[in-house]
């Protein structure tokens, strides 16, 4: 196992000698570090990106800050400050003003899916489906390194009251027995794998009594920025026992792997870990945003989904990049995106067609973008819910005119002379709800 080291912006001039970059281009990343969070441990440095190919190749993208990431203005403004060695004080004071811009927490995910507790917030879950609580434990609200694009990003940043954290595994506990309708609980992050074993079994063991939970699932991307966690040392072994735990007590248990590029899987140690939790009973389900200069080719996700496969995981989602922080970056329009997803889709076998995308996470809930088609002379997107806000909104279709430059949603307009999309006034009630 290589030693655990993990470069941030002080770092940026040391391994942007190391990848070969210029100063400008050094000083370019400063700039926009200063406001977006930047780390890289050196196992995606050494093992993942392809120095020969920059400033391209896609896990660079994926994870280095990148000068398109800020609008122009933000951005000069940056470089300035970056350029004349201002303070840490000035850095910051200018980054807050341009982070304030850049919509930390889209599709109303701080307030609107706070479930509630004799009256209070609790802190830390999200309960927006029915079935599935989310749950940040404190202790994995950071990652091993970081995605450009994350829409996490608010998260990183060091300002406490924006964070989701809660250490209650108790009242975890006591918010799933309670609510026999909550099937699955989904602990995530950040990435929830960057903690000790110790403290993942503080959560998950006493979740293990209650017989209505059916799963448990843990959101990561330690596969691909950090895979020995899965491999090497005895606290791998302990995470090995700890599926094999939840096993023997009746339940599923997947890790559902953000696996964004087929280079990720590619290494020696990616390979093995997954090996390793899937022989110790876990399932191992795959999903990620599609992204504009990481992965957005259909021939890269069809790559992706067969890798995926031949290693013994399941594809699951693919996902339209949110709307947050550095979005026009990274955006790729609904129809290209539905276009890459087909002809991706169209490559492979029915054991990798289980994906479904390009889904959107909105305030209404997940939702799909089926397909093109032509209905009485109009064209349209044909959309589907996958998860509503309302349960009674799964699985039912809608249609909206085709705009190829929409990014997500709120872009779309009913089709066929619609004035309003079929869940529209329920969610300004939902809304309403929560103002109160
Ligand atoms: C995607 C998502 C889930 C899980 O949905 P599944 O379709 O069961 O994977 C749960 N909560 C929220 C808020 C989500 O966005
Ligand atoms: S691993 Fe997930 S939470 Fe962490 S930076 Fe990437 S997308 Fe965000």
């Known amino acids: 196992m290589p030693k655990y080291r993990v470069n941030t912006r002080n770092d940026l001039p040391r391994v942007g000698e190391i990848l070969g970059l ?24 050494d093992k ?20 398109g990431m800020l609008s122009d203005g933000d951005f000069n403004r940056m470089r300035d400050l970056v350029t004349r060695s201002a303070t840490d004080a000035e850095l910051r004071l200018a980054a807050d003003e341009i982070r304030a811009t850049l919509n930390p927490h889209p599709a109303g ?36 390194a970081y995605c450009t694009y994350c829409f996490r990003w608010a998260q990183f940043i060091g300002d406490a009251d924006l964070k989701f954290a809660s250490k209650e595994a108790d009242k975890l506990v006591q918010y799933v027995s309670d609510n026999p309708e909550i099937s699955s609980v989904l602990i995530t992050g950040g990435d929830p794998m960057v903690m000790k074993t110790k403290f993942l079994r503080k959560y998950i063991e006493p ?10 699932r843990i959101g990561t991307k330690a596969l691909a920025y950090w895979p020995y966690r899965f491999t090497d040392g005895e606290d791998a072994d302990d995470f090995l026992r700890l599926i094999g735990d939840v096993r ?41 945003p599609l ?32 709307d947050t922080g550095p979005k026009n970056y990274f955006e790729v329009p609904l129809a290209r995106a539905h276009n890459i997803f087909t002809r991706a889709y169209r490559q492979v076998s029915g054991l990798a067609r289980t994906v479904r995308g390009p889904s959107m996470s909105c305030t209404p809930g997940k939702v799909l973008v089926d397909g093109l088609a032509k209905i009485h002379g109009e064209r349209v997107f044909v959309l589907k819910f996958i998860q509503g806000r309302d349960p009674d909104w799964a699985n039912q279709v809608f249609f909206a005119k085709f705009d190829p430059q929409a990014t997500w949603l709120d872009d779309l307009e009913p089709a066929f ?14 809304q309403f709800a929560n103002d109160e």
């Open 109 to 144: 995910q701080m307030e609107l899916n706070k479930p509630h507790f004799g009256g209070a917030p609790l802190e830390g879950m999200q309960h927006k489906y029915n079935e599935t609580v989310l749950f940040f434990p404190t202790q994995g609200q950071t990652c091993h």
């Open 22 to 45: 210029s100063r400008e281009q050094v000083a370019d990343m400063q700039a926009v570090s200063a406001v977006l969070p930047f780390k890289v441990n050196d196992y995606v440095l």
């Open 207 to 216: 979740l293990l009594a209650i017989p209505h939970l059916i799963s448990i």
């Open 248 to 288: 023997a007590a009746g339940k599923h248990f997947a890790l559902m792997a953000h696996s964004s590029h087929p280079v990720e899987l590619s290494t020696n140690a990616a390979e093995a870990a997954v090996r390793r939790v899937i022989d110790a009973g876990a399932v191992v389900r795959c999903q990620a």
């Open 48 to 67: 993942l990106i392809d120095r020969d190919d920059l400033p391209h190749d896609p896990i660079f993208q994926l994870t280095f800050p990148q000068r």
């Open 291 to 322: 992204i504009k200069h990481v992965n957005d080719h259909q021939d890269v996700w069809a790559a992706l989904w067969r890798k995926q496969v031949s290693l013994g995981a399941i594809p699951y989602y693919m996902f339209v990049e949110r």
């Open 417 to 430: 002379g619609d004035d309003k999309f079929f869940f529209e006034s329920d969610v300004e009630d939902f």
